[in-house]
């Protein structure tokens, strides 16, 4: 029977999957967004009621449960370091409070999988576990799904294990390679999350859900290369290299940042299996549909290579994100050395060009397509960012030809798109300010042309004095790098 579904971090990794499974089952779906302008290039966009709001303001989260029978908490505050626990904790009481009030009759929430609650975990699980116990004494029945590793394209997990695979034939590797883990494909746990809205008896309770191996990270990693078609690894582990190495290790090789890696790692330092088959019991036939790990990755394989990955685990805001900040004009009476300097960097391209090529070229731009110019000089700026804990370069495209309003490319993070006009990048670097990169396609004057130029505007506000250092030290360069990029686009546009 259809119901009325609230789903929380839509824009994440799961929830941006789980939105469309939902409409497919007919039922009437409900999403609540920090910035409503990240949905609006979803596929299923016009299918869905949006609410737009903080869940750490009770209004605006009261707003957002107002007539809903199933909430999805789908709400993950990962990198937010030492504050993780307290705005956890304060949103699931917000929900927990507000949803008991409007009658909601069932959380649904995804957590992590332990092997044991009594012990220490670590901050991210300590977490993830307190959010669950939150929701569950609510007083709203909540069926708490917890699971390990989770393979698809685009997660975290599944990218990390990619990537530390095929770039490392010979690998020093840290203990936790050799602790059991229980991985499921991303389409099992959605199935098992859209099965949790059908459910008619009162449940409140948590319950493991694993695919139907059970593998060390070593064996993931060498079934990986089998299936990928790559030589078997060579993996030698050492006790010494600590979860917070390990992240450093994971944030240089692969495209997962330690903030999000060290989370990761510290969640396998202990066996991750499910300790029991309760699940089962609510549904019975589930079980024999599960995918083996070979199948899962194999699945994700095809997807990325056909360039069909729906969403990624960068696609995720990051919690203390400022969303809605644009670049503006600073207050004229600000310092120089204060940091409200707003430095410009303005390019023209010369040559008039088909204005629908031309911005077919623009959308296109990085991950695989490059950034036409001197690519050895974006890898070495991605290196060094990836050397001080940033994105680097190597998160690349979720689409080899489109972008959506908040996803990641590169470095960078798509802050606003108008198609066929307009594209601002804003950077994701370790910087000492903050930069943005505007893509303007303006067409000629004369009507009915369909001939356009391409302007570049390079922005920079920097954070004191580091921040004027670092724009006079880089500011030669920009002829370089900016300067081809204004050439080669048009270029590349004509050739199409």
């Known amino acids: 029977m259809p119901k009325k579904i609230l789903v929380t971090g839509a824009t994440g990794y799961v929830g941006g999957r789980l939105v469309p499974q939902l409409l497919e089952a007919n039922h009437k779906v409900r999403v609540f967004a920090r910035n409503a302008e990240r949905l609006r290039d979803y596929p299923w ?188 690894r060579i993996i030698v582990t050492l006790p010494l290299l600590t979860p917070r190495l390990s992240s450093h290790w994971i944030n240089i090789v692969t495209p997962v940042p330690k903030a999000i890696a060290k989370p990761l790692v510290s969640s396998l330092t202990s066996e991750v299996v499910a300790k029991d088959q309760s699940i089962d019991q609510l549904f ?29 685990w960068s696609s995720a805001l990051h919690a203390n994100e400022d969303i809605k900040q644009l670049p503006s004009d600073p207050s004229s009476t600000d310092p120089s050395w204060s940091g409200g300097t707003l430095y410009e960097d303005n390019r023209t391209s010369i040559n008039l060009v088909d204005a629908e090529k031309l911005w077919k070229v623009v959308e296109s731009i990085g991950g695989k397509n490059g950034w036409y110019s001197f690519p050895m000089a974006w890898q070495l700026r991605g290196f060094l960012d990836r050397l001080f804990g940033g994105a680097g370069m190597r998160r690349g495209r979720r689409d080899p030809n489109k972008l959506r309003v908040g996803e990641t490319l590169d470095f960078w ?69 900016f300067g081809s990029m204004i050439k080669n686009i048009p270029k590349k546009a004509k050739a199409i």
């Open 45 to 232: 966009v016009n299918d869905v009621e949006i609410i737009e709001g903080d869940a750490r303001d009770e209004d605006a989260v009261l707003k957002s449960v107002d007539d809903i029978e199933v909430v999805y908490f789908l709400l993950h505050s990962i990198v937010l370091g030492d504050k993780l626990s307290e705005t956890e904790d304060l949103i699931a009481n917000n929900y927990a409070t507000c949803a008991k009030s409007s009658g909601v009759k069932r959380f649904v929430y995804l957590g992590g999988m332990v092997s044991d609650e009594n012990v220490e975990h670590s901050k991210h699980l300590s977490s993830r576990l307190n959010v669950g116990k939150i929701l569950r004494s609510s007083g709203v029945p909540t069926i708490e799904l917890r699971a390990a590793v989770i393979i698809g394209s685009g997660s975290a997990s599944f990218e990390m294990l990619r990537y530390l695979t095929e770039r490392l034939p010979i690998m020093v590797t840290p203990k936790w390679l050799n602790t059991k883990v229980q991985p499921i494909a991303i389409r099992d746990v959605l199935n098992y999350l859209v099965g949790c809205s059908e459910l008619k008896e009162e449940i409140n309770n948590h319950f493991d859900i694993g695919g139907p191996d059970i593998l060390t990270y070593r064996e993931m990693m060498q079934k990986y290369a089998a299936i990928a078609g790559l030589k078997k």
């Open 284 to 312: 019975p036939d589930l079980r024999k549909k599960l995918l083996p790990f070979e199948t899962a990755v194999n699945l994700a394989l095809d997807r990325v290579r056909d360039d069909e990955v729906l969403t990624r």
């Open 413 to 481: 993070r798509v802050e606003e798109k108008i198609d066929g006009k307009f594209l601002r990048l804003k950077a994701e670097m370790k910087l000492p300010g903050q930069a943005w990169l505007d893509l303007v396609v303006e067409n000629q004057d004369d009507e009915g042309s369909s001939l356009a130029t391409l302007k570049l505007r390079a922005t920079f506000r920097p954070k004191g004095l580091a921040g004027q250092l670092y724009w006079w030290s880089i500011r030669p360069f920009h002829g370089i790098v």
